[in-house]
């Protein structure tokens, strides 16, 4: 049985706003505190979404990003990403807000994440030969990743049917009305060579690409 009900889950907020954070980082900790960990398991999560809308900025909030933590027995998280919680081993992504933002609202599993790769992939190549130089979002880097089963288990328990925690999030994530007019798959992700040129240049500002 699953942890997180998600006929009990509202929106809650767009991708990367504190509400929304705030919800993803809650649900996360929920789901791990059924677990047990040792005083020496140490994993972190962040997300970091850079280039966001200034709304999402307001009232001192200095990034939009969630974070979930295991350290010394406990699980944490919330809103933000504390530099205690990038110093530990496990998974950290920093991208930028609009590369992410309409199709993280997709629902799917194993198949369904890797046609949104491939989507993903067409838009990059699309974007590198629009503005004429390769990774212009400045992609890839991080720490190693570490991933370990007892954290993926938990979190990615009942993807195939509906459920995990991209799931979970998409579920109470609300639309952004910047991408209300762009051509989209079916996986959500932008399809950058079928906008208008007026579209492209608003995509392009959005992902604060120059060009």
Not at 90 to 102: D, K, P, Q
Not at 118 to 146: H, K
Not at 184 to 189: C, G, K, R, Y
């Amino acid at each position: 049985m699953p942890v997180i009900d998600m006929a009990s889950l509202k929106k809650e907020g767009e991708f990367g706003s504190k509400p929304w954070c705030e919800a993803c980082a809650a649900a996360a900790v929920q789901i791990l505190k059924e677990e047990s960990y040792p005083k020496d398991f140490v994993w972190a999560f962040t997300e970091h979404y850079t280039h966001p809308p200034a709304r999402f900025l307001e009232n001192g909030r200095s990034k939009a990003a969630y974070y979930i933590m295991i350290k010394d027995g406990e699980v944490t998280g919330g809103d933000g990403a504390p530099e205690e919680a990038l110093a530990l081993p496990g998974f950290h992504i920093t991208a930028r807000w609009a590369a992410l933002c309409n199709q993280s609202g997709a629902f799917y599993g194993k198949e369904g994440g890797r046609r949104r790769s491939e989507d993903e992939a067409v838009m990059y190549a699309a974007i590198e030969s629009y503005v004429g130089r390769e990774n212009p979002l400045e992609r890839g880097g991080g720490p190693e990743i570490f991933w370990p089963a007892e954290v993926g288990g938990p979190l990615m328990a009942g993807s195939e049917e509906g459920n995990g925690l991209h799931n979970i999030a998409a579920s109470m994530q609300m639309a952004s009305p910047e991408f209300a007019d762009f051509p989209v798959t079916e996986m959500l992700v932008p399809i950058f060579d079928e906008m208008t040129e007026a579209q492209k240049q608003d995509f392009l500002a959005l992902l604060h690409v120059a060009v």
